[in-house]
C-alpha cells in the first residue's frame, strides 16, 4: 500500500539560511499535519490543512509557514534558521469524516540538521 | 488543552510475557479520539490501535489490546505474548474532533514509555 512520501531525507542547513520540506500524503487522503520532533523529545504538532484550507495550527514559529497544494502535497518553509531548528520533521495524512477514521499515518520524516 | 501523561518512562519484559502501558489524560472534550503509536529505533512512527471515545468496547489488534476508562481518563495498552521487534518507544496520542466539520485537530503525546523486550 501507498505511503507518506517526505523529501528530501535528510537536509542540512547553516543558521539563517531557508529550507523546504515536502510531504506527498496517502492517495485519497484530505488532511495533511506536519510534526517536529526533537532529540529524545516527543513529536510536537505544528500545523495542519484540510481540504488545502489551514485546520488548526499548533507550536509553529512565526518563522515557519506551510500550505497544501491543489493536488493535497503540502510544503513546510522554515526561514531563518537556528540551531534549534535542528528536529526530525514528520508529516502525516488521514481522511476525516465518516469515510476516514482520523487515524494519522507518519511519513519516515525529514532529518534537518542546522549547522 | 489537553495533557498526554505516560508515567512510566521505561519498562522491560521478558519475550513472551504480557506487558501493560499506562496513560492517562485530562480534557474537557467529549468528542475525541484516542491512539497508541509505536517509534523503533528507525524513528518510524507506526499506529498501533486507535479508540473512538463514543465507543464503550475496547479495541483490540492481534496481540494489542487497550483498556479505556472514559471517566477516569485512563487508556492502558496491553501487549500479549511480547515479542523483540515489539521493543520500540510507544507514545499515547489524543485528537480532539472538530465540531465545525472540516476535520480534527493535530496529535497532543505523552512524553512516551520505552519498553524493551529481552530475550
Known amino acids: 500500500a501507498a505511503g507518506v512520501i517526505q523529501s528530501p531525507r535528510h537536509l542540512i542547513k547553516e543558521k539563517r539560511e531557508t529550507a523546504t520540506l515536502k510531504c506527498y500524503p496517502i492517495?485519497?487522503?484530505?488532511?495533511v499535519y506536519w510534526y517536529q520532533q526533537g532529540p529524545g523529545q516527543d513529536p510536537q504538532f505544528l500545523i495542519s490543512?484540510?481540504?488545502?484550507?489551514?485546520?488548526d495550527k499548533g507550536s509553529i514559529p512565526d518563522r515557519f509557514s506551510a500550505q497544501q497544494f491543489s493536488d493535497y502535497h503540502s510544503e513546510l518553509n522554515m526561514s531563518s534558521l537556528e540551531l534549534g531548528d535542528s528536529a526530525l520533521y514528520f508529516c502525516?495524512?488521514?481522511?476525516?469524516?465518516?469515510?476516514?477514521?482520523?487515524?494519522?499515518?507518519f511519513g519516515p520524516g525529514t532529518r534537518l540538521t542546522v549547522t | 488543552a489537553q495533557t498526554v501523561t505516560q508515567s512510566q518512562p521505561e519498562m522491560s519484559v521478558q519475550e513472551a510475557e504480557t506487558v501493560t502501558l499506562s496513560c492517562t489524560y485530562d480534557?474537557?472534550?467529549?468528542?475525541?479520539?484516542l491512539f497508541w503509536y509505536k517509534q523503533p529505533p528507525s524513528r518510524q512512527m507506526i499506529l498501533v490501535i486507535r479508540?473512538?471515545?463514543?465507543?464503550?468496547q475496547n479495541a483490540t489488534e492481534n496481540r494489542f489490546s487497550v483498556n479505556f476508562q472514559k471517566a477516569a481518563k485512563s487508556f492502558s495498552l496491553k501487549i500479549s505474548d511480547s515479542q523483540l521487534g515489539d521493543t520500540a518507544m510507544y507514545f499515547c496520542?489524543?485528537?480532539?474532533?472538530?465540531?465545525?466539520?472540516?476535520?480534527?485537530?493535530?496529535?497532543?503525546f505523552g512524553k512516551g514509555t520505552h519498553l524493551i523486550i529481552q530475550p
Open positions: 502525516a495524512s488521514s481522511l476525516e469524516g465518516t469515510s476516514g477514521g482520523y487515524e494519522q499515518y
Open positions: 492517495p485519497r487522503h484530505d488532511t
Open positions: 490543512f484540510y481540504e488545502k484550507m489551514q485546520s
Open positions: 480534557t474537557s472534550e467529549n468528542n475525541y479520539y
Open positions: 479508540q473512538e471515545a463514543y465507543k464503550q
Open positions: 496520542a489524543f485528537m480532539k474532533l472538530q465540531y465545525s466539520g472540516g476535520g480534527a485537530d493535530g496529535l497532543t
